[in-house]
């Protein structure tokens, strides 16, 4: 984020506490940060305020809101401004405790507690850049068990402009909600008796899943990978070895069996993985050794974090693992790395790399030693020169067995989202003491390199659908042509002709002139079919087709030549 709008969006927070105070002044102003789109400040004792008159409000105090002014002063007389306000208080004191200083920072007449971080010239903020958006329930410090609060939501840009262009990215953004869409497509659907955040695929949503999952397989199975299957869950123990227990124990779900032993639902494949690995002796002549299997994960994600398909409890992960010698992973990750461009250039994706490193001050966190770490992040840093890519570094984003390559992209309407990942780990292969026999007879640590294209295939899925606006090329799409008959003495000619784009294994929907032609093409566009052809009187007698896309484009066709048009489509991946 452009620190000048995070400190602009900041100090429009003091903008917004200072309107409420002049409002409503009952009201007991909390915290107010800069977030991603704008900024928000959570009060007590606000019920129901007018957004309109605030940011009317706002907008004329701005005008004598020239800088900030900042004093340090001392816990006594921090607390004697705030007396009345038990928020500033707990914040006071600890600030106290943490022996940090106490700052105040004032514009116009508002005085508040914070640390800084504003406008140096108020005076250069667009008073048309910002808008109050929205109230929301907020507890106290984010805990249930405290008071819940009034949040108020503000957007913030540098200019209107900019403004202007947000809200139109957004309102495009909600008529392509991938819940909106998968409802509208009847891909997937939640049950209040299965659980939150447990999707359940229709026939059309598994196919599609089948389909991505079946891509993300062939480019693998062109480099070798072999599939392996697991089971869902394992002994404690497992995780114990793998360190995943001390780091997330609290996020996973637990079974106790009747003999007293304590199973998990996995949380991560890698560990059973390791195991599939570990079931022999290896000489170095068979490494590498490349597992794939596409399977669930289990995660006890809390209840109000979980969002459609982009944050569920059950993940599908399209998971890899190669077991190799370390002589052999630039090797193996370049293959890796020209899957990932592969799959995701067929979208439209265009991929950036991200450095996902470890903190060296905070070693603590992360298994192994500053020296494996150091390795490993080298071959990471190497690879995306040898691509030609420079990355930007993230330190401290790492898995906490090893550096990842994070793979960045913009959708259509230009936000960012990190997708694939290559991760480096030579700590797990340690852990469970995985070797194999080198050229001189003797045990040699390997190396383990975690791979998951899609990753999640409900997150990727959650993306795809918004990036496309749930129009799927047409080898993806579930149905890829609908065969509607204009009336009933014209179904028996559709049906021969659907039956011979089935023996083709083109996916058909056959749309039977129950209803009217209209209502059926309105259907057609709302489940955003590829293609569809209207069969009549004129199609019978001549044996040719205007084929319609969803685009509004047409082409007369003869049947050979449609056959010819779709498959060749669907085999290239157009």
């Given at each position: 984020m452009d620190d000048s709008l995070t400190k602009q969006r900041?100090?429009?927070?003091?903008?917004?506490?200072?309107?409420?105070?002049?409002?409503?002044?009952?009201?007991?102003?909390?915290?107010?940060?800069?977030?991603?789109?704008?900024?928000y400040y959570d009060f007590d004792n606000l019920k129901e305020p007018d957004l309109a008159k605030l940011e009317t409000t706002m907008r004329k105090l701005l005008i004598n809101w020239t800088a900030f002014s900042g004093q340090e002063v001392d816990a006594a007389e921090a607390k004697k401004l705030f007396a009345n306000n038990p928020y500033k208080l707990e914040l006071i004191d600890e600030i106290e405790t943490k022996g940090e200083k106490i700052t105040l920072y004032t514009s116009g007449e508002f005085t508040d507690l914070c640390r800084g971080g504003h406008s140096d010239n108020l005076s250069n903020i667009d008073p048309e850049s910002f808008r109050l958006e929205r109230l929301a329930g907020a507890y106290w410090r984010g805990d249930e068990k405290n008071k819940m609060l009034t949040r108020i939501y503000g957007l913030a840009f540098n200019s209107q402009q900019e403004l202007t262009d947000y809200l139109t990215m957004r309102e495009e953004a909600e008529k392509r909600d991938h819940r909106k869409l998968g409802k509208e497509m009847d891909l997937f659907t939640f049950s209040d008796l299965v659980g939150g955040g447990l999707p359940l695929w229709t026939p059309t949503g598994t196919l599609l899943r089948d389909l991505l999952d079946g891509f993300v397989w062939s480019l693998r199975s062109m480099r070798d990978y072999e599939r392996v299957d697991i089971p869902h869950l394992a002994k404690k123990e497992l995780y114990e070895t793998s360190g995943h227990w001390d780091k997330f124990k609290d996020e996973l779900f637990k079974i106790n069996t009747r003999e007293g032993h304590l199973f998990v639902l996995k949380p991560m494949n890698c560990p059973h993985h390791t195991q599939i690995y570990d079931r022999k002796g290896w000489s170095y002549r068979e490494l590498p050794q490349r597992y794939a299997t596409t399977t669930k994960v289990y995660r006890d994600e809390q209840s109000g974090e979980l969002s459609g398909l982009t944050r569920v409890r059950a993940i599908t992960q399209d998971d890899a693992h190669v077991f190799c010698r370390q002589t052999q992973v630039k090797e193996e990750m370049t293959k890796i790395w020209d899957i990932i461009m592969e799959f995701y250039g067929v979208?439209?994706?265009?991929?950036?790399?991200?450095?996902?490193?470890?903190?060296?001050?905070?070693?603590?966190?992360?298994?192994?030693?500053?020296?494996?770490?150091?390795?490993?992040e080298q071959e990471l840093r190497e690879?995306?020169?040898?691509?030609?890519?420079?990355?930007?570094?993230?330190?401290?984003?790492?898995?906490?067995?090893?550096?990842?390559?994070?793979?960045?992209?913009?959708?259509?309407?230009?936000?960012?989202w990190q997708v694939a990942t290559i991760q480096l780990d030579m700590n797990m292969p340690e852990r469970f003491d995985l070797t194999c026999t080198n050229e001189e007879g003797k045990k040699e640590r390997i190396v383990m390199i975690h791979a998951a294209i899609m990753g999640s295939i409900e997150?990727?899925?959650?993306?795809?659908?918004?990036?496309?606006?749930?129009?799927?090329p047409l080898w993806l799409s579930p149905k890829q042509i609908a065969v509607l008959p204009v009336a009933n003495n014209h179904q028996s000619y559709a049906d021969e002709v659907a039956t011979k784009l089935k023996l083709e294994n083109v996916r058909v929907e056959m749309?039977?002139?129950?209803d009217t032609l209209g209502k059926r093409i309105r259907e057609v566009k709302t489940k955003k079919y590829p293609y569809f052809i209207v069969i009549g009187d004129k199609e019978k007698d001549s044996a040719t087709f205007t084929l319609e896309s969803r685009s509004g484009d047409k082409a007369v066709l003869s049947l050979p030549d449609l056959l010819t048009k779709l498959t060749t489509e669907i085999k290239n991946r157009v």
């Open positions: 900041h100090s429009l927070a003091h903008l917004l506490a200072a309107a409420v105070k002049e409002l409503y002044p009952e009201a007991l102003p909390s915290i107010g940060p800069a977030i991603d789109n704008g900024f979208f439209g994706f265009k991929l950036s790399p991200r450095l996902s490193l470890h903190d060296p001050t905070n070693m603590e966190s992360y298994l192994g030693s500053a020296d494996t770490w150091r390795q490993s690879l995306v020169t040898e691509k030609g890519f420079t990355a930007p570094e993230a330190v401290g984003e790492a898995a906490f067995y090893g550096p990842k390559i994070d793979f960045m992209s913009s959708d259509s309407l230009g936000r960012t997150r990727f899925l959650a993306v795809l659908i918004e990036h496309l606006g749930g129009q799927f749309l039977p002139a129950d």
